[in-house]
Structures are given as structure tokens and as C-alpha cells.
């Protein structure tokens, strides 16, 4: 399975969670915690990588999950 860029967004009924791309959102809630955690159980299960978004639409953080190389290469 290719790796999954899954991205917590704000939403009009609150927080969205969406994978990169898709136009669509895959859940709503309430709260950004409530959407992060849906957020990282998708990331986990599929390997991916997580964006975390203010309410202005900038990346606040970010979280990978899966193999990532040690020491990164480069």
C-alpha cells in the first residue's frame, strides 16, 4: 500500500480530516483533538504521515508513521 498523507483541516462544522488530494472529507468532528486522533489511527494503520492545520490553513505540525529510514539518507 503507498504511503498516505492524511491532513486535519478546519471545517464549517468544525474540523475535517482528509487525505492529500481528495475533495471530499473522510470524517468531521467537533474538535480538532477528536479529529487528530481519527487523523493518526488512519495514519498508522496505512503507514502514512499526518498534517496538523491551524484555522489560517498553515501547517502547525506534522507526524510520520511507518518505516521511516534511521539514519535518514542524505
Given at each position: 500500500?503507498?504511503?498516505?498523507?492524511?491532513?486535519?483541516?478546519?471545517?464549517?462544522?468544525?474540523?475535517?480530516?482528509?487525505?492529500?488530494?481528495?475533495?471530499?472529507?473522510?470524517?468531521?468532528?467537533?474538535?480538532?483533538?477528536?479529529?487528530?486522533?481519527?487523523?493518526?489511527?488512519?495514519?498508522?494503520?496505512?503507514?502514512?504521515?499526518?498534517?496538523?492545520?491551524?484555522?489560517?490553513g498553515e501547517i502547525r505540525d506534522r507526524n510520520s508513521y511507518g518505516n521511516d529510514?534511521?539514519?535518514?539518507?542524505?
Amino acid at each position: 500500500m503507498s504511503k498516505s498523507n492524511i491532513h486535519v483541516v478546519p471545517h464549517e462544522d468544525g474540523w475535517a480530516v482528509r487525505r492529500e488530494g481528495a475533495e471530499r472529507a473522510s470524517s468531521t468532528h467537533d474538535t480538532q483533538s477528536q479529529a487528530e486522533r481519527a487523523a493518526r489511527r488512519t495514519a498508522v494503520r496505512e503507514g502514512g504521515e499526518t498534517f496538523i492545520h491551524r484555522r489560517t490553513g498553515e501547517i502547525r505540525d506534522r507526524n510520520s508513521y511507518g518505516n521511516d529510514p534511521y539514519p535518514p539518507p542524505g
